[in-house]
């Protein structure tokens, strides 16, 4: 790479961080208005579609589903590429949460979210002397107990029909011999060079002769094709016992960080019902499958559904003022309701389950203003353009009908900024998921969090992966990346492909917002003319580029039962690729 590209490139990244937020209380001249054009089409098949944030990783599952394997082989096979091609933002350093859907009608939840390492000391996290809780964020003190390798272990001993080495055959020779790097990891690249240069083992990973990759470049991990070589050979307990277990508690250990060998001996993963919901409006042909906790997320889509069947909203066009204020009062309620009520059900059992009710949500529907006055909301923040949540989703479908939903996180974009020597694995930032307490002073007027840091015990997240069936048939595939902004794009996505009639592609390219107490963060694709509505309405109003990173990267899958034809759709605001035959 030239020396002149990189500091070419390196302003043009300058210059997008500038410009990520405009912030108007009017719409004059400077909002820059991007016309509203049609989506792609999706791509389509009949015998099966895997959607995932890379089109090597789409392959690699396309490729499994025609050589006989099942929709959880492809999800595996799908997950190693990944790791393989996404390093930055998933992989076997993280954990995540997955719904599976088989077609004779059984359907699991799988948790392999990450753990705090046992041993742990809240204390430290909360030294009013770390103000900005580098602690929790960066660094060894950063990784909670991985969970990636004990959730593929759990589908592949529950459903997989293929072996192991032919699941992670293609991503062993892309990790061995290379693959081109694409735009996504380059810019990701290009945005951490800094971190990435300044450890030794992430530079002689991820920097090129003391420069970013850029795109096109070969990209190899000898020690990560060693890793995955090593789980076919050993299995996948390899990860928790052994040497990848040794060199990932050594390096914590070192930088003093609290895991143990005995946190990864002893991890988990977590099999349960998913959380379900029925809905009474016009949404009642359909039903929702989708995590309960510590997902805070499947609480407050669900709630957020119900609570939109309930309001009327739907005589509204989805591009209108009035459809988005509607929404955005319902995404904030029950994004409170979900702050408020879950935590890893381990420690706290909670109310969670009256979250995704119509009962409930008739109920919180009496504490919205649905006409005007966005009015602040206690449990949102006004929008960050700092925010750094990655993640990724991926979503399966066979031919004979069996689903997989999952969503996979190392947290942070390289996660922690750690990478076990020899290895190859990125590990985890999980620790930043987890609540602070509030100074002493407001305690009697801000309640304890039930998220709090607690030994052993699982932060709560974002991630929703979903799965709606329709007269008890798979109907809607879909999740997306985007931490906070998870379960309101989500809501959106749904309601565009059901309601609003558009089909798969059409629903994830619309153009999102997120809503924060009275901030409201636009793409700019929305017409003028809902931009002055929202104003007058009384949003604090923040302009996204279009299809910006912000607002997540979904990949989702429609079936139609009549055609028999499959739809999927990949977002373009982080890249991916949908495969179907």
């Known amino acids: 790479m030239k020396r002149q590209s990189f500091v070419k490139h390196l302003f043009s990244v ?60 492809a999800a595996i096979a799908t997950l190693f590429m990944l790791n393989v091609v996404e390093p930055h933002a998933s992989g076997l350093g993280g954990g995540g949460f997955a719904v599976v859907r088989m077609a004779d009608g059984d359907a699991k939840a799988i948790n392999f979210r990450e753990k705090a390492p046992s041993k742990i000391d809240p204390s430290f996290y909360y030294d009013p002397a770390d103000t900005n809780h580098t602690r929790m964020g960066h660094g060894a003190t950063a990784v909670c107990v991985p969970g990636a390798a004990a959730g593929w272990a759990q589908m592949f001993h529950s459903w997989a029909t293929l072996p192991l080495e032919r699941l992670a055959r293609d991503a062993i020779n892309a990790a061995e011999n290379g693959f081109p790097v694409d735009p996504t990891l380059a810019g990701q690249i290009m945005n951490n060079f800094e971190n990435l240069s300044s450890d030794s083992i992430m530079r002689e990973v991820f920097i090129n002769d003391g420069l970013p990759y850029e795109v096109g470049d070969t990209l190899r991990q000898e020690d990560l094709a060693k890793t995955l070589n090593l789980i076919v050979e050993r299995g996948f307990n390899s990860f928790y016992r052994g040497p990848i277990a040794e060199s990932i508690v ?56 119900n609570m939109f069947d309930l309001s009327g909203m739907y005589e509204y066009s989805p591009h209108s003022a009035e459809a988005i204020h509607i929404q955005s009062q319902c995404i904030q309620q029950s994004y409170i309701d979900a702050a408020t009520t879950i935590c890893d059900p381990k420690f706290d059992i909670g109310n969670w389950q009256e979250l995704a009710t119509v009962e409930f949500a008739k109920e919180a529907m009496t504490g919205i203003a649905l006409e005007s006055d966005p009015g602040p909301r206690s449990a949102t923040r006004p ?45 985890n930032n999980q620790m930043q998921d987890f609540s602070v307490p509030p100074p002493d002073s407001l305690l009697d007027v801000i309640p304890l969090s039930r998220n ?13 992966p979903l799965i709606m069936l329709k007269d008890g048939k798979v109907k809607l595939i879909v999740g997306t990346p985007g931490g906070s902004r998870i379960p309101a794009a ?92």
Do not use: W
């Open 452 to 464: 709090l840091i607690e030994g052993g015990k699982r932060p709560r997240s974002n991630m929703c």
């Open 383 to 427: 929008p960050n353009k700092n925010d750094k949540g990655n993640t990724t989703h991926l979503s399966v479908v066979d031919k004979d009908g069996n689903a997989v939903s999952l969503t996979q996180t190392i947290n942070h974009f390289f996660g922690a900024g750690v990478m076990a020597p020899g290895t190859g694995l990125l590990l």
């Open 250 to 305: 050594s390096t914590i250990q070192n930088a003093n960080g609290y895991m143990t060998l005995s946190d990864l001996e002893f991890y988990r993963s977590e099999v349960s019902e998913p959380l379900q919901a029925t809905f009474s409006g016009s949404l009642s042909a359909y039903e929702a499958l989708t995590m309960p906790p510590p997902s805070r997320g499947g609480s407050a889509l669900l709630e957020a559904l």
């Open 14 to 73: 300058s210059v997008l961080i500038a410009v990520l937020f405009l912030t108007v209380t009017g719409c004059g001249p400077k909002y820059q208005l991007i016309p509203l054009s049609p989506a792609d089409p999706p791509v389509s098949g009949t015998n099966g579609m895997v959607v995932a944030a890379h089109p090597l990783a789409a392959e690699a599952g396309i490729n499994v589903l025609k050589d006989g394997g099942n929709a959880v082989d």
């Open 490 to 581: 989500m809501a959106q996505i749904v309601v565009n492909a059901t309601e609003y009639g558009m089909d798969i592609s059409s629903a994830i390219d619309y153009p999102r917002f997120f809503p924060s107490n009275e901030h409201l963060v636009l793409e700019n694709r929305f017409d003028m003319g809902t931009v002055k509505e929202l104003t007058k309405t009384g949003y604090i109003l923040h302009f996204a580029g279009p299809y910006h990173v912000y607002f997540g990267g979904a990949h989702g899958i429609s079936i139609d039962h009549n055609t028999g034809v499959i739809s999927g759709a990949a977002d373009k605001r982080r890249g991916g690729a949908a495969r179907g035959y």
